[in-house]
């Protein structure tokens, strides 16, 4: 099994951390116990000071070690097209729940966020099909969905 990191690129890494720790229950994981910060232990491994993002963190982890890393790399240039790849939220409970309860799942879910700093796009209902869902985007304007 190959395993992975998500990296996000992004303006604030603090920002988006806060909100995607909010989204899904992560936690900022703390640089290696000998370096007082995550710029200290990137200078150690030779990451040149220009590329150092002054972020309090960058990396957030799943407190059951189950979902991958993700990490936040500021980078200069703003977010400009829509996303090639978006994460969906599964908030509904799946098809074993009639839709009735799915929709307010996802959308009860979808409020959390949009108090976390989210905005909502669209709403996806897609009538005959057994589906429904909620586009939404980070604070950053990163599209994601929950359903």
Known sequence: MTRFSLA?????????MAFWAEALGYEP?????????????F???????EELQGA????????????PRIFFQAVPEPKVVKNRIHLDLNASGGRKFPMEVR?????????????AGATVLRVGDAGT??????VLQDPEGNE????
């Open 43 to 49: 200078r150690h491994i030779g990451v040149p000071e």
């Open 8 to 16: 996000i690129d992004c303006k604030d890494p603090d920002v988006l």
């Open 56 to 67: 309090t963190n960058v990396y957030l982890v799943d407190p059951a070690g189950v979902g």
């Open 103 to 115: 929709r307010q799942r996802v959308d009860a879910e979808a409020e959390r966020l949009v108090r």
């Open 29 to 41: 994981q703390p640089p290696p116990e000998e370096f007082g910060d995550w710029d200290a232990y």
């Open 129 to 134: 099909v057994d589906h429904y869902f909620v």
């Open 144 to 147: 994601f969905c929950i359903n």
